[in-house]
T-cell receptor
Framework: AQSVTQPDIHITVSEGASLELRCNYS??????LFWYVQSPGQGLQLLLK??????LVQGIKGFEAEFKRSQSSFNLRKPAVHWSDAAEYFC??????????????FGIGTKLQVIP | DVKVTQSSRYLVKRTGEKVFLECVQD?????MFWYRQDPGLGLRLIYF???????EKGDIPEGYSVSREKKERFSLILESASTNQTSMYLC???????????FGPGTRLLVL
């Protein structure tokens, strides 16, 4: 069974500083990997996803993530954080099954605080 | 754009009440999901459905049931609400065989 670890529950960064949110996964085959963002009181919005190919993927809102198979990691990065990036971020790993349903397992989330 | 809507943003119910949470998606997706979200626990899958009238238990189905009579609508039912079911409930949908899930805004349920 797949699993996801987000080791940082809460991160605080200054506006304009760079950001890296960590995600480690466990899965026997090549995983499908996702980052979602949840603004306060809202549902989850897909930031980016990795299925195959280039290990550096670009997403919305200036985010990118890099898949590193050797480290079982899929860390999310942004070069300069904006106050509007304050939210909770969820890493997720997906695995297919024969029924056509792709089971997706979510991490517990990292809450990002941005200070002026 | 995919749109997933949930019938209520906030709901307050009493212990023992029967509670219905409704979810509707407008993109003809085959798969629909119900999660609950709790601080420190992330999202946990309650039930999912891959077709009309089909349902599968997720990781925490106890105390819940679901109904999918139409492709676009997936209902979560709490037969007898309890205080430990106070949570944020998120609905999602996806195309058959596809991994990307699209989420609704969530329903924050308080059971007193």
């Amino acid at each position: 069974a797949q699993s996801v670890t987000q080791p940082d529950i809460h991160i605080t960064v200054s506006e304009g500083a760079s950001l890296e949110l960590r995600c480690n996964y466990s899965y026997g085959a090549t995983p499908y990997l996702f980052w979602y963002v949840q603004s306060p009181g809202q549902g989850l919005q897909l930031l980016l996803k990795y299925f195959s190919g280039d290990t550096l993927v670009q997403g919305i809102k200036g985010f990118e993530a890099e898949f590193k198979r050797s480290q079982s990691s899929f860390n999310l990065r942004k070069p300069a954080v904006h106050w509007s990036d304050a939210a909770e971020y969820f890493c997720a790993v997906g695995a297919g099954n024969s029924g056509g349903y792709q089971k997706v397992t979510f991490g517990i989330g990292t809450k990002l605080q941005v200070i002026p | 754009d995919v749109k997933v809507t949930q019938s209520s943003r906030y709901l307050v119910k009493r212990t023992g009440e029967k509670v219905f949470l409704e979810c509707v998606q407008d993109m003809d997706h085959e798969n629909m999901f119900w999660y609950r979200q709790d601080p420190g626990l992330g999202l946990r899958l309650i039930y999912f459905s891959y077709d009309v009238k089909m349902k599968e238990k997720g990781d925490i189905p106890e105390g819940y049931s679901v109904s999918r009579e139409k492709k676009e609508r997936f209902s979560l039912i709490l037969e007898s609400a309890s205080t430990n079911q106070t949570s944020m409930y998120l609905c999602a949908s996806s195309e058959a065989g596809k991994e990307t899930q699209y989420f609704g805004p969530g329903t924050r349920l308080l059971v007193l």
